[in-house]
């Protein structure tokens, strides 16, 4: 079993960043794909970011691209985003995602363990 858990989310004015945390505890997720995703009010979980398992291809939704960027440290067991230039369309709950196998985790049906989420708010 694996436990996900999101921290550094919080309230920011538009134009400013923060970076987000996924600590994996349990059975170790140093062999998974690892992402991003993230859910408006009244909106579908969308896909934000994913990295491979060795952080050597990440993969980035439109939206985000030039502004946010996924990392991750094995030997620590966890997954960065670092969000800058936020605005306030940016405001969601933010969950970390593991996926099984290869590759990366781009879509909410690949996922296999999810996060309870953070959440990020963007004021304008």
């Known amino acids: 079993q694996v436990q996900l858990i999101e921290s550094g989310g919080g309230l920011v004015q538009a134009g400013g960043s923060l970076r987000l945390a996924c600590a994996s505890s349990g059975r170790t997720c140093s062999m998974y794909p690892m992402g991003w995703f993230r859910q408006a009010t009244g909106k579908e979980r969308e896909f934000v970011a994913g990295?491979?398992?060795?952080?050597?291809?990440?993969d980035y939704a439109d939206s985000v691209k030039g502004r946010f960027t996924i990392s991750r440290d094995n030997t620590k067991n966890t997954v960065y985003l670092q969000m800058n230039s936020l605005q306030p369309e940016d405001t969601a709950v933010y969950y970390c995602?593991?996926?099984?196998?290869?590759?990366?985790?781009?879509?909410?049906?690949?996922?296999?363990?999810w996060g309870k989420g953070t959440l990020v708010t963007v004021s304008s």
């Open positions: 995602a593991a996926a099984l196998g290869g590759g990366l985790v781009t879509t909410t049906m690949g996922v296999r363990y």
């Open positions: 990295i491979n398992w060795s952080g050597g291809i990440t």
